[in-house]
């Protein structure tokens, strides 16, 4: 059996235009669509959610053997602001696998980052988190809540529920930029949206659909939803409420709505919470697993992290 040192010596660096294609055109086979290849790759050089990470690649004679993005996040753990990044589409070819590269490169743009500033790093795991537990990455509560709406299922008083109204986030981005910040009111950890990461939020996402949630006879709204779409489900990608407002008739409307307009299941990245399981079915996530590691001193961990995690919503995966 071969040893990691009979390997060629990876090259690590921040990748230029070509190589950043090389990349793509790479993970194709773990994350590609139907689409042909060379339109996939052409997507992702332009793509608004690819252009906010930094790509890095390793290399072996000149030929991209492992590729991995990190995007530049800011977490709110123990009441103060950490800069950070999280990684996304780790990937090494297939002839380079097995030699430790991706781990290699991992490790190498750590060190990148810390040097950078950064004192968090993040992750979704699609493999088994004990290789990045080896790394020091915290493993995570993580769950999805599905449930197949049907018109007078849903638990409550109906009336109870308040009503839901279409807005644009464009026109709304104060308010809405608020009303998250006053939802992570009261959690440990949770991340961070200033005016830039809104405008990344609304670029990536310009066809779902966002709403307001009212109570009651109430005007002013108590919460918000943002949906994806598609013929077979409807996404939760993101949500919030105020504090202090009723989370079972949030839940309760959103699935009476889903009941009403005939969606056949509806769910997504959704907390381990009471006000959900009066309405869904909670599990835990098998992948996109999230871990969190402090990179420096400064940085703290407590064990709190790794149920307030757990509210971390799929607008912010990468």
Not at 135 to 152: D, I, N
Not at 216 to 223: N, Q
Not at 304 to 316: G, I, S, V
Request: aromatic share 14%; glycine share 8%; hydrophobic share 35%.
């Amino acid at each position: 059996m071969s040893h990691q040192d009979d390997f060629p010596t990876l090259d690590c660096h921040e990748a230029d235009n070509t190589e950043r294609a090389a990349a793509f055109g790479n993970v194709y086979e773990c994350w590609g669509d139907e689409r042909p290849i060379d339109d996939y790759v052409a997507w992702r050089m332009q793509s608004v959610q690819h252009a906010r990470a930094t790509w890095y690649v390793g290399t072996v004679d000149g030929v991209v053997a492992a590729s991995l993005g990190a995007y530049p996040i800011v977490l709110r753990a123990g009441d103060q602001g950490f800069a950070g990044y999280g990684i996304g589409a780790v990937h090494t070819r297939p002839e380079y696998r097995r030699r430790g590269y991706a781990r290699t490169l991992f490790e190498w743009v750590e060190r990148q980052q810390i040097a950078q500033g950064a004192e968090f790093g993040l992750l979704y795991s699609d493999i088994k988190p004990e290789y990045y537990g080896l790394m020091g990455y915290q493993l995570c509560e993580s769950h999805y809540a599905w449930g197949l709406p049907r018109p007078g299922l849903t638990p409550g008083d109906p009336a109870a529920t308040g009503r839901l109204e279409p807005f644009d986030p464009l026109e709304q981005a104060a308010p809405l930029a608020s009303m998250y910040a006053e939802g992570q009111r009261g959690r440990s950890i949770w991340i961070e949206r200033d005016e830039i990461y809104w405008e990344w939020v609304r670029g990536r996402y310009p066809d779902h659909e966002w709403l307001w949630w009212i109570p009651g006879s109430d005007d002013e709204p108590r919460g918000y939803a943002q949906l994806k779409h598609t013929e077979s489900e409807t996404r939760v990608f993101d949500w919030a409420l105020r504090a202090e407002s009723d989370a079972g008739a949030y839940w309760r409307s959103l699935v009476t709505m889903a009941a009403e307009r005939g969606i056949a299941r509806f769910g997504g990245w959704l907390p381990d919470h009471a006000a959900l399981k009066s309405v869904l079915d909670v599990t835990p996530r098998i992948k996109e697993l999230t871990m969190i590691k402090p990179l420096t001193d400064r940085a703290p961990w407590d064990e709190a992290y790794r149920d307030d995690a757990d509210f971390f919503t799929e607008c912010d995966h990468i």
